[in-house]
């Protein structure tokens, strides 16, 4: 069983949000514009405290369990992905129709783990709409975070063709120019 805990950095952003919120709203004290910020400030701190206190998701090789909430992976049809990495969302369909929320307030990592389990663990429910070995392919990022790309195809048949000519003839020669000969290197 794998268990996926809130990331406590949600608690930390929180009370720095009640602090600023704080000194903001002491500040509204003698300048009335400063109550904008301290309400978004306070909103803010709210909305972390939120996503905080979600509940743990436990993955088992059976069923996927949010909190008391337990999904067997045979029922989960479609998988539905959101651009948001962390806090993670995604949205499951399970056989009934229903459609299920799972948001995971965690860092980068571990919702990357989170999504490639839940992935893995029903591999006949659809992804984005499609089956989920054709759908996309993965790149690792900058700061070793993987994002998903589409596939598409960029050369048509007769240009790849002329860039495996150009390429066999590149390594059988050693350049490309047609002036140049082996003797002028």
């Given at each position: 069983m794998t268990r996926f805990a809130p990331s406590k950095h949600f608690v930390y952003m929180g009370l720095v949000a009640v602090l600023l919120g704080l000194m903001s709203a002491w500040v509204g004290w003698q300048w009335t514009p400063a109550i904008v910020p301290a309400a978004?400030?306070?909103?803010?701190?709210?909305?972390?405290?939120?996503?905080?206190?979600?509940?743990?998701?436990?993955?088992?090789?059976?069923e996927l369990a949010i909190g008391r909430r337990v999904i067997p992976w045979s029922s989960i049809t479609r998988i539905e992905t959101t651009g948001w990495l962390t806090p993670l969302v995604l949205k499951l369909t399970v056989e009934t129709g229903r459609k299920i929320v799972l948001l995971y307030?965690?860092?980068?990592?571990?919702?990357?783990?989170?999504k490639e389990m839940v992935c893995n663990c029903a591999p006949h429910a659809l992804l984005d709409g499609m089956p989920?070995?054709?759908?996309?392919?993965?790149?690792?990022?900058?700061?070793?975070?993987?994002?998903?790309?589409?596939?598409?195809?960029?050369?048509?048949?007769?240009?790849?063709?002329?860039?495996?000519?150009?390429?066999?003839?590149l390594r059988e020669v050693g350049h490309l120019d047609p002036t140049r000969t082996p003797e002028d290197r």
């Amino acid at each position: 069983m794998t268990r996926f805990a809130p990331s406590k950095h949600f608690v930390y952003m929180g009370l720095v949000a009640v602090l600023l919120g704080l000194m903001s709203a002491w500040v509204g004290w003698q300048w009335t514009p400063a109550i904008v910020p301290a309400a978004l400030f306070f909103a803010s701190a709210l909305f972390l405290f939120w996503l905080s206190l979600h509940p743990v998701i436990e993955i088992t090789d059976r069923e996927l369990a949010i909190g008391r909430r337990v999904i067997p992976w045979s029922s989960i049809t479609r998988i539905e992905t959101t651009g948001w990495l962390t806090p993670l969302v995604l949205k499951l369909t399970v056989e009934t129709g229903r459609k299920i929320v799972l948001l995971y307030a965690g860092d980068l990592e571990s919702s990357g783990r989170l999504k490639e389990m839940v992935c893995n663990c029903a591999p006949h429910a659809l992804l984005d709409g499609m089956p989920q070995g054709k759908r996309q392919a993965t790149i690792v990022v900058r700061n070793g975070s993987t994002a998903e790309v589409e596939k598409h195809a960029i050369l048509t048949l007769e240009d790849e063709a002329e860039v495996e000519r150009m390429f066999q003839r590149l390594r059988e020669v050693g350049h490309l120019d047609p002036t140049r000969t082996p003797e002028d290197r």
